[in-house]
Structure formats: C-alpha cells, structure tokens
C-alpha cells in the first residue's frame, strides 16, 4: 500500500488537518486516487477541480500517481465558491457516541 496525507484545500478553516488515505499499488491511478480521496473526505468527485501535490504541483494523470511517495502531501481543490454546501454535517443524533436516553434526562 501506498500511504498518502490528503486534505480539502481551505485557508478558511482554522483546523485543515491531513488525514492518511492507503491506495493499493497495484491500482496507482489518477481516478482511484480521485475516488479513495473524495470517499474518505466525504466530498463529490464533481467538484474537484484539481488535485495538487504540495507545496505547487498539479497530478494530472496516472503516470504522476504512479510518481508519488509515501506520505506525501496532496490538497483536493475543489470547483465551487462556497466549500460548505458540498458537506453534509450529520444531526446530533446521528453522530458516534451520541446516548438519546442521556439527553432526554429531567431535572
């Protein structure tokens, strides 16, 4: 496995951390980096416009996947203005470790 440190560029955010994608080498394409990458940040392949490698290069094709080393850093640009239309931030009740009973108690 290839392990590659991704983000969603935004110098909006205060925290736009990394996360660690894996993509197998033997499937080292630009479409796989694309769909593993959209997957894990929760963000439609549509509106990527582009895929950089920092600090300054764009990876347009399958020959500069295949070029990449492990944890290398790459930011996902995406093609719409407005970056918070594109997630979906689940209700209280949907996230892990939310207890119903807990938040229905009475004093």
């Given at each position: 496995?290839?392990?590659?440190?991704?983000?969603?560029?935004?110098?909006?955010?205060r925290?736009?951390?990394?996360?660690?994608?894996?993509?197998?080498?033997?499937?080292?394409?630009?479409?796989?980096?694309?769909?593993?990458?959209?997957?894990?940040?929760?963000?439609?392949?549509?509106?990527?416009?582009?895929?950089?490698?920092?600090?300054?290069?764009?990876?347009?094709?399958?020959?500069?996947?295949?070029?990449?080393?492990?944890?290398?850093?790459?930011?996902?640009?995406?093609?719409?203005?407005?970056?918070?239309?594109?997630?979906?931030?689940?209700?209280?009740?949907?996230r892990?470790?939310?207890?119903?009973?807990?938040?229905?108690?009475?004093?």
């Amino acid at each position: 496995e290839l392990v590659l440190k991704v983000r969603i560029q935004n110098p909006n955010l205060r925290e736009n951390d990394f996360i660690e994608i894996e993509l197998d080498r033997q499937e080292l394409t630009y479409k796989e980096l694309l769909r593993v990458s959209c997957c894990e940040l929760g963000v439609n392949p549509e509106h990527v416009q582009k895929i950089r490698k920092l600090p300054n290069t764009v990876l347009r094709k399958d020959k500069d996947v295949a070029r990449l080393q492990d944890f290398q850093e790459l930011e996902l640009v995406l093609t719409v203005s407005d970056k918070n239309l594109l997630f979906r931030v689940p209700a209280l009740s949907e996230r892990s470790g939310y207890n119903k009973k807990a938040s229905e108690l009475t004093y």
